[in-house]
Structures are given as structure tokens and as C-alpha cells.
């Protein structure tokens, strides 16, 4: 059972598009929700997080929307470059369970000239 | 500083053959964590340390075991591989084991069980 539901498996923008991934939870008891970047043949890294306690938070042309009521939060990325080209896991944390991550099965995107 | 490495890079093995998976990291960290990644399910947590002389059971711990040998070193043994158990193995360190923590993570294992 998926506890972190991320949409679209795969993606393709042009280059200075918007980039949007989704990702959807059930359990009302998570209180971290990290977004991770993997390069290929690389480990992942992180690349923005937000708690639930703020609606939005942004990092240079990365932003998480969180829409706690909907229990959705999503990652945009702006002005989209080639070199943004990787796979994206949204992830969630839950209060009291320490820094265990449940993550999302990713999002292949490719950003085109 | 080398963060978290791993070896081997790459590893074939046979079924019930037995392996070890090295996870070093060099940042301080108390807590670390074993993921496998498999196409279409993201990554799971197979076991995590959240200090040195602790182990704990993630989400898939069937098949694996665990030693934490110290605070920099956490390797994951496969007593008899089975061909479900290939997949890209990866450890992560992190400062402590709450929430927030960042997570940093090695550059992976890739093993084939044949």
C-alpha cells in the first residue's frame, strides 16, 4: 500500500516552462514533507521541504504548494532548464516517528531545448 | 569530506549466495538508513540506526540483516540472496533521528541476484 501517491510517473517541458508534480497522502499524521532530486547513477538529495504549519515556501525556482485540508502538496519549478532533468520523490515524515521516510514511487522529468 | 560512501558499486551475485553492503559516512552523524530503490516503487526503508548500538526495522527488513559497527559505519548482509532482492541498494546518514533531519544520501549499490 502506497501511503504517498506522486503523479505523473513521467514528464516533459520545454525549457523556461513550468514544471509541476503532485503528490497526495492519507495519513493526517505526517508532519514533514521533503522533496528529493536524483540525478542518474546518483543517491538523491534534498531539494526543499515544507511543514504543514505553511501553505507555501520557496527556494530560488523551486516552490512546494501544501493544501493540508486536501492532504496534497506539490513541487513547482519555474523557468525549467535542461539541467533540471532528473527524478523527483516527494516523501513525508511522521510526527513522533522519527526521520523515517516514506517516499513517493518519482517523477521522470526531462526538460527540452 | 567524502560524505557517505558506499561499496561495492556494482555486485552479481547467484541465488543463496551471501553478501555485505558497506555504508561509511564522514559528516558526525548519529543516525543512518538502508533504502532499496526499485523502478515504479520509489524507495523503502529496509532497516535505520538512529545511533550507534541501536537498530530498528523499516519497511521491508525480510531478507536483511543490519550491524551498526560504529558511528561512521552501518552495513546491511544478505544472508541468501534471492532474485527479488535485486535492486539499487542505498545508504543515507543523517545528524540526529527526529524529524527534519536531512537526509543525506551514498551513491548506491546496484546488485543483481541471479
Known amino acids: 500500500q502506497q501511503q504517498v501517491k506522486q503523479s505523473p510517473q513521467s514528464l516533459i517541458v520545454q525549457k523556461g516552462g513550468i514544471s509541476i508534480i503532485n503528490c497526495a497522502y492519507e495519513?493526517?499524521?505526517?508532519?514533514?514533507f521533503p522533496w528529493y532530486q536524483q540525478f542518474p547513477g546518483k543517491g538523491p538529495a534534498l531539494l526543499i521541504a515544507?511543514?504543514?504549519?505553511?501553505s507555501e515556501k520557496k527556494e530560488g525556482r523551486f516552490t512546494i504548494s501544501f493544501n493540508k485540508s486536501a492532504k496534497q502538496f506539490s513541487l513547482h519549478i519555474m523557468d525549467s532548464q535542461p539541467g533540471d532533468s532528473a527524478t523527483y520523490f516527494c516523501?513525508?515524515?511522521?510526527?513522533?516517528?522519527?526521520?523515517?521516510?516514506?517516499f513517493g514511487t518519482g517523477t521522470q522529468l526531462k526538460v527540452e531545448l | 569530506n567524502a560524505g557517505v560512501t558506499q561499496t561495492p558499486k556494482f555486485q552479481v551475485l547467484k541465488t543463496g549466495q551471501s553478501m555485505t553492503l558497506q555504508c561509511a559516512q564522514d559528516?558526525?552523524?548519529?543516525?543512518m538508513y538502508w533504502y532499496r530503490q526499485d523502478p515504479g516503487m520509489g524507495l523503502r526503508l529496509i532497516y535505520y540506526?538512529?545511533?550507534?548500538?541501536?537498530?530498528d526495522k523499516g519497511e521491508v527488513p525480510n531478507g536483511y540483516n543490519v550491524s551498526r559497527l560504529n558511528k561512521r559505519e552501518f552495513s546491511l548482509r544478505l544472508e541468501s540472496a534471492a532474485p527479488s532482492q535485486t535492486s539499487v541498494y542505498f545508504c543515507?546518514?543523517?545528524?540526529?533521528?527526529?524529524?527534519?533531519?536531512?537526509?543525506?544520501f551514498g551513491p548506491g549499490t546496484r546488485l543483481t541476484v541471479l
Open positions: 495519513n493526517t499524521a505526517f508532519d514533514y
Open positions: 540506526s538512529a545511533s550507534e548500538g541501536t537498530t
Open positions: 559528516m558526525n552523524h548519529n543516525s
Open positions: 515544507i511543514r504543514p504549519d505553511v
Open positions: 543515507a546518514s543523517s545528524f540526529l533521528e527526529t524529524l527534519g533531519n536531512e537526509q543525506f
Open positions: 516523501a513525508a515524515s511522521l510526527a513522533g516517528g522519527g526521520n523515517k521516510l516514506t
